[in-house]
C-alpha cells in the first residue's frame, strides 16, 4: 500500500528525531518549522507546556518512540487544522523526487506572478535584469514567473547530478530558482552553466549585493536571466512565498 504524504512526513521526522545526537533540540526544530509554540503542541498532544519544554532542552531523559510519535502526530494534527501547508510543501518536494534537507519548497502557481511582486514578497534587490544591462531594474517590469524552488545550495550541487538538478525547475523553467546557504554565490551559478535552459530569475539568499561574487552580473547576462539578492531571514521568506500569488 502506498504511503500518504502524512505517513512519510511523520517518518521523516521521527527518523530525524530519534537519530540525532540532540533530540530535543531536534523536536524543538521540527516545531518551529510547523510554527507551532510549546503551549499549542502541549495542548494538541494533552500534556503540559513544562513537559514540552523539559523534553526539547533536554531536562527530561531522551523522548521514547512513544513520545516522538505524539509530538509528530501532534504536529500534523495542527498542520492538517490549519490547511495542510506544511504536508503540501513537504509532498511536492517528495513528488519531485528530492529530500527536504535539499529543497525547502517547490510550488507551481495556479497564475503567473510579476517578478517585481515576487522580489518585492522577498525582499530581493535585482544585480541585473538578465539582458545584458546590470542594475537594469526598468526593463524587468514586464516579466513573470510561473513558480519557485528554494534550494540549498551545499546540498544540491555536492548531491545532485546534472540531470537531478535540471529536476529543480519542477514543471517549468519559468521560475525563480532561490538558493539558500550561498557565501558570494559562485557555486549556484556556475552549476546552472551546465542546465539549459536557463531559468527566468535566480535569487541569491543571505547575501547583500556589496558581498556578491565580482562576476555574478556578468555570468547572468551572459546566460539571459534575471539575478537577485536577498538578506530576509530564511523563515521568513517562506512564509511569504507562501502567500504568493
Given at each position: 500500500?502506498?504511503?500518504?504524504?502524512?505517513?512519510?512526513?511523520?517518518?521523516?521526522?521521527?527518523?530525524?528525531?530519534?537519530m540525532?545526537?540532540?533530540?530535543?533540540?531536534?523536536?524543538?526544530?521540527?516545531?518551529?518549522?510547523?510554527?507551532?509554540?510549546?503551549?499549542?503542541?502541549?495542548?494538541?498532544?494533552?500534556?503540559?507546556?513544562?513537559?514540552?519544554?523539559?523534553?526539547?532542552?533536554?531536562?527530561?531523559?531522551?523522548?521514547?518512540?512513544?513520545?516522538?510519535?505524539?509530538?509528530?502526530?501532534?504536529?500534523?494534527?495542527?498542520?492538517?487544522?490549519?490547511?495542510?501547508?506544511?504536508?503540501?510543501?513537504?509532498?511536492r518536494?517528495l513528488?519531485?523526487?528530492?529530500?527536504?534537507d535539499?529543497?525547502?519548497?517547490?510550488?507551481?502557481?495556479?497564475?503567473?506572478v510579476?517578478?517585481?511582486?515576487?522580489?518585492?514578497?522577498?525582499?530581493?534587490?535585482?544585480?541585473?535584469?538578465?539582458?545584458?544591462?546590470?542594475?537594469?531594474?526598468?526593463?524587468?517590469?514586464?516579466?513573470?514567473?510561473?513558480?519557485?524552488?528554494?534550494?540549498?545550495?551545499?546540498?544540491?550541487?555536492?548531491?545532485?547530478?546534472?540531470?537531478?538538478?535540471?529536476?529543480?525547475?519542477?514543471?517549468?523553467?519559468?521560475?525563480?530558482?532561490?538558493?539558500?546557504?550561498?557565501?558570494?554565490?559562485?557555486g549556484?551559478?556556475?552549476?546552472?552553466?551546465?542546465v539549459k535552459?536557463?531559468?527566468?530569475?535566480?535569487?541569491?539568499?543571505?547575501?547583500?549585493?556589496?558581498?556578491?561574487?565580482?562576476?555574478?552580473?556578468?555570468?547572468?547576462?551572459?546566460?539571459?536571466?534575471?539575478?537577485?539578492?536577498?538578506?530576509?531571514?530564511?523563515?521568513?521568506?517562506?512564509?511569504?512565498?507562501?502567500?504568493?500569488p
Amino acid at each position: 500500500m502506498e504511503r500518504t504524504a502524512r505517513q512519510q512526513l511523520a517518518e521523516h521526522i521521527a527518523g530525524e528525531v530519534t537519530m540525532s545526537d540532540d533530540p530535543g533540540a531536534t523536536l524543538a526544530k521540527w516545531r518551529e518549522e510547523f510554527d507551532v509554540t510549546g503551549a499549542a503542541l502541549a495542548d494538541a498532544i494533552d500534556v503540559s507546556p513544562s513537559v514540552v519544554s523539559d523534553y526539547e532542552s533536554g531536562r527530561r531523559d531522551s523522548p521514547g518512540i512513544g513520545v516522538v510519535r505524539r509530538f509528530v502526530e501532534g504536529l500534523l494534527d495542527i498542520d492538517e487544522a490549519r490547511g495542510g501547508d506544511r504536508l503540501r510543501q513537504f509532498a511536492r518536494v517528495l513528488s519531485a523526487g528530492f529530500e527536504s534537507d535539499i529543497v525547502h519548497d517547490l510550488r507551481e502557481y495556479p497564475a503567473t506572478v510579476p517578478l517585481r511582486r515576487f522580489y518585492s514578497a522577498v525582499d530581493a534587490t535585482e544585480v541585473t535584469d538578465g539582458r545584458g544591462d546590470a542594475g537594469g531594474r526598468s526593463r524587468g517590469r514586464g516579466r513573470s514567473v510561473a513558480g519557485h524552488t528554494v534550494i540549498n545550495s551545499i546540498e544540491a550541487i555536492s548531491r545532485l547530478s546534472s540531470e537531478e538538478f535540471y529536476r529543480l525547475y519542477g514543471q517549468s523553467t519559468n521560475r525563480a530558482l532561490v538558493f539558500t546557504n550561498v557565501t558570494r554565490g559562485e557555486g549556484p551559478l556556475v552549476a546552472l552553466r551546465v542546465v539549459k535552459p536557463t531559468p527566468t530569475a535566480v535569487v541569491l539568499h543571505g547575501l547583500s549585493e556589496a558581498a556578491l561574487w565580482e562576476h555574478a552580473p556578468e555570468l547572468a547576462s551572459a546566460d539571459g536571466y534575471s539575478l537577485a539578492v536577498t538578506e530576509q531571514p530564511l523563515e521568513e521568506m517562506l512564509a511569504a512565498l507562501r502567500e504568493l500569488p
